[in-house]
């Protein structure tokens, strides 16, 4: 089946030590994108990448990093340099042949910082 | 900058009571309006969407209209069931800009009761 999958589905990290979120998508869309989620909270973009080997950042990239070395896969790493890390991380892929295409959302990766 | 601003919740009802949640945007340019829903623990899932102005999306007996000279979208259902309980956000884009980002409202809890 079609679809995007994120790993692993709850995460706990000490505080200190960088962790990496898993995206990965065979829908063959060409943008990709990382959403936090807090708890009665909207969701707000991290990064986005709209083609391989580019990404820009959203509106709360700091203390975290991404790559995007193959269309499929878009992995976030949440670095010790983020200060409240603990949420609900989402990542979404579209389609980009027109501006009005759908972003679809992975099942999302729940991060608590002990 | 572009925003969405949904009603505050949460929303409890009936089953087969009428749901209206609202929505209002700012936005430059033409954005594609959207909701999504998310149950308990998982990813966000699309539920309607509308491209253009007077535009009307609909499924599973959820409708909304493009409003443009009311910048609003609103979503409405007829008759809810327990199985609507979840939380509801609305959503812009702007295609022109930004690689399509989402920008999202701060989410609405439904509660549907037997």
């Known amino acids: 089946d079609g679809g995007i999958t994120q790993s692993p589905k709850y995460l706990f990290r000490k505080e200190g030590q960088n962790v990496t979120l898993s995206c990965e998508q065979n829908?063959?869309?060409?943008?990709m994108y990382w959403y936090r989620q807090d708890p009665g909270q909207g969701l707000r973009l991290i990064y986005y990448?709209?083609?391989?080997?580019?990404?820009q950042k959203g509106d709360i990239a700091e203390g975290y990093s991404v790559s995007r070395e193959k269309k499929e896969s878009f992995p976030l790493t949440v670095t010790s340099a983020q200060k409240n890390p603990t949420a609900f991380y989402l990542c979404?892929?579209?389609?980009?042949?027109?501006?009005?295409?759908?972003?679809?959302f992975g099942p999302g990766t729940r991060l608590t910082v002990l | 900058g572009d925003s969405v601003t949904q009603m505050e919740g949460p929303v409890t009802l009936s089953e087969e009571a009428f749901l209206t949640i609202n929505c209002t945007y700012t936005?430059?340019?033409?954005?594609?309006l959207f909701w999504y829903v998310q149950y308990p623990g998982e990813g966000l899932q699309l539920l309607l969407k509308?491209?253009?102005?007077?535009d009307k999306g609909s499924n599973k007996g959820f409708e909304a209209t493009y409003r443009k000279e009311t910048t609003s979208f609103h979503l409405e259902k007829g008759s809810v069931q327990v199985s609507d309980s979840a939380v509801y956000f609305c959503?812009?884009?702007?295609?022109?800009?930004?690689?399509?980002?989402?920008?999202f409202g701060e989410g609405t809890q439904l509660t549907v009761n037997p």
């Open positions: 979404a892929s579209r389609s980009q042949k027109t501006i009005t295409d759908t972003q679809y």
């Open positions: 829908l063959n869309h060409d943008a």
């Open positions: 990448s709209q083609i391989v080997n580019d990404f």
């Open positions: 936005a430059t340019g033409y954005p594609s």
């Open positions: 509308a491209t253009k102005a007077d």
């Open positions: 959503a812009l884009s702007d295609g022109e800009t930004s690689g399509s980002r989402l920008t």
